[in-house]
């Protein structure tokens, strides 16, 4: 019995079921940037383990990331957006206290949520995966290619004189949107001529936890256009196989 309370005594608080992904990054950079100690669970897509029967009684989406808080009655967390969100009340980090900049916080969050991550995730698929098995769709690329320019001037236009999204200091709104951004090249969608966009990528950059966040739980270089690009590109195909 005693080896079983010394392997409980050793659990984090905070269970995250990631993958290397840009959603699957984002309390990945909440946890490394805060210090706090977690235990992570890579799920494998090649293997379906998001399908898998006790994933899906975590995650009823059957998606990452996910985050069971054992300090909390084991309390579940799946949307990637929500978990920040959690764990930011949870911690008292990287929210503003001040209720007007918190609500603005939750608009960019819910920005990226409901624009960025969809639009850009959309024009990665059809490139990337759907023109690689023969379903070419040139009108959908251009559609999503075209509206992740938009909202990421939209970004761009608001950053003009500021160091962050919110109110001068790193927040989860950065943390949901910085993944997303930085994996421009994966969605062929350009940054040029976004000087505000890029000085705060380049911020973000230089944040040593969150970029050691982004080789958790292992590296995926090729979503930001740098390594073995092609040899990467097939191991992503493999995924949706």
Same mark, same amino acid.
């Given at each position: ?38 235990d ?45 969100? +959690?764990? %930011? ?5 990287? /929210? @503003? ?6 609500? *603005? ?37 251009v ?28 927040t ?12 421009? +090249?994966? %969605? ?5 001529? /976004? @000087? ?6 380049? *911020? ?38």
């Amino acid at each position: 019995g005693s080896l079983v309370l010394r392997k409980m005594s050793q659990q984090k608080d905070i269970h995250l079921y990631t993958a290397s992904t840009m959603n699957g990054w984002k309390p990945v950079i909440f946890l490394e940037e805060a210090g706090v100690e977690y235990d992570v669970t890579h799920v494998d897509f090649s293997k379906k383990e998001q399908k898998a029967p006790e994933y899906l009684k975590l995650n009823p989406n059957g998606r990452i990331p996910t985050i069971v808080d054992r300090s909390n009655d084991d309390f579940v967390v799946f949307e990637s957006g929500a978990i920040l969100w +959690y764990l %930011a009340e949870k911690y008292g980090k990287f /929210l @503003p206290s001040d209720p007007k900049e918190k609500s *603005r916080t939750m608009q960019w969050v819910m920005f990226q949520m409901g624009g960025i991550g969809p639009m850009m995730g959309q024009a990665m698929y059809f490139q990337r995966i759907a023109a690689k098995h023969g379903n070419e769709n040139p009108s959908a690329v251009v559609r999503y290619i075209d509206e992740s320019r938009r909202l990421i001037e939209v970004l761009n236009t608001h950053l003009e004189g500021k160091t962050y999204l919110v109110n001068e200091e790193y927040t989860i709104a950065d943390m949901a949107t910085y993944p997303w951004v930085r994996a421009h +090249y994966w %969605a062929n969608v350009s940054v040029e001529g /976004l @000087p505000h966009l890029q000085a705060w990528l380049d *911020r973000i950059d230089g944040r040593e936890a969150t970029q050691r966040a982004l080789e958790i739980p292992k590296p995926f270089w090729a979503f930001f256009g740098k390594g073995d690009v092609e040899a990467q590109e097939r191991e992503n195909a493999a995924r949706f196989k």
